[in-house]
């Protein structure tokens, strides 16, 4: 069955550090994967996706993940997080009639 | 850009009372959807919704749910009868083709009493 696994609940970082986010799939064909970020009391937004192609896809707000097909993992990082940033994180990969299936988030906090 | 809208951004209705989350999709897009998040959870697919009927369904979508586009441009959920377990955070998302990402909305916070 395709799933999708976030395995950091929680993640803390320092405002300036840098940031990465797991994220594991469990697919038979290439998936199509992205990485959404919901503020409190906010919607989903949509930062990346990955279809094919370049393994290292570029979204918004400075993230970047890599899609590695060996790992089984589809990462979000960022060089230089903003308090800003402070959100849950949402990673969801393309099932069966363009559903998604989501992990179960992972929530950043930052300190300054 | 535009945006997927949804109200009201809050609902308290009592536990077997009927209710209808609205969802206005962007214009242009011809698949919508339904997801469900219950506090603490993660986000759960409900329902699936093109050409005028559904596409595919979850477990969860059970005979108290159904979906409608009752003019061009707004899309609802209904709930014919609430339950206390209904209470979660509703989004509805949209896509113009199949292979596009999905865009969401605000979510519906949805309280059973």
């Known amino acids: 069955a395709q799933s999708v696994t976030q395995p950091d609940i929680h993640i803390t970082v320092s405002e300036g550090a840098s940031l990465e986010l797991r994220c594991n799939y469990s697919?038979?064909?290439?998936?199509?994967l992205f990485w959404y970020v919901q503020s409190p009391g906010q919607g989903l937004q949509l930062l990346l996706k990955?279809?094919?192609?370049?393994?290292l896809v570029q979204g918004i707000k400075g993230f970047e993940a890599e899609f590695k097909r060996s790992q089984s993992s589809f990462n979000l990082r960022k060089p230089s997080v903003h308090w800003s940033d402070a959100a849950e994180y949402f990673c969801?990969?393309?099932?069966?009639?363009?559903?998604?299936?989501f992990g179960a988030g992972t929530i950043l906090r930052v300190k300054s | 850009e535009p945006e997927v809208t949804q109200t009201p951004s809050h609902q308290v209705t009592q536990m077997g009372q009927e209710v209808i989350l609205r969802c206005v999709p962007i214009?242009?897009?011809?698949?919508f959807y339904w997801y469900r998040q219950i506090l603490g959870q993660k986000v759960e697919f409900l329902v699936s919704?093109?050409?005028?009927?559904?596409?595919?369904k979850s477990e969860i979508f059970d005979d108290q749910f159904s979906v409608e586009r009752p003019d061009g441009s707004n899309f609802t959920l209904k709930i014919r009868s609430t339950k206390l377990e209904d209470s979660a955070m509703y989004f509805c998302?949209?896509?113009?083709?199949?292979?596009?990402?999905?865009?969401f909305g605000d979510g519906t916070r949805l309280s059973i009493l």
């Open positions: 969801a990969g393309r099932g069966y009639g363009n559903k998604l299936v």
């Open positions: 697919y038979g064909a290439t998936p199509y």
């Open positions: 990955y279809f094919s192609g370049d393994t």
């Open positions: 214009s242009n897009h011809l698949y």
């Open positions: 919704f093109y050409n005028n009927e559904i596409s595919e």
């Open positions: 998302a949209s896509i113009e083709g199949p292979d596009q990402p999905q865009h």
